[in-house]
């Protein structure tokens, strides 16, 4: 299990053991401090939106049409950095990833 680093809402910084093989939202929505991924990782509901540091940016699957188009929508939205949680999945690559859970809307 790749270890990643979470920054929370009040900036509280947790390491944790992301569950290879699903979604990065898997492993944050079992965090007290972690995604409400309501929709259940349809890609819809934007509650599991995350900003995702730098150097792991360009190593995550392309953002598909629909993930843009609700990331776009959001006040808290980045061009650089935002991601919707449910669309990365967690490899061995991505040990070490630091993700920042982003505001609530
Ligand atoms: S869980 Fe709803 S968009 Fe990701």
Do not use: K
């Amino acid at each position: 299990m790749p270890e990643i680093t979470v920054t929370d809402r009040d900036g509280g910084v947790h390491r944790v053991n992301a569950r290879e093989g699903a979604s990065l939202m898997e492993t944050l929505r079992e965090l007290d401090y972690g995604v409400a991924a309501i929709c259940g990782g349809m890609c819809s509901c934007a509650t599991c939106h995350v900003y995702i540091a730098e150097p792991w940016l360009d190593g995550l699957p392309p953002m598909q049409g629909d993930e843009r188009e609700i990331l776009q929508e959001l006040e808290s939205f980045r061009p650089r950095g935002s991601r919707l949680s449910c669309q990365v999945p967690v490899v061995a690559g991505l040990a070490g990833l630091e993700v920042e859970i982003a505001p609530e809307e």
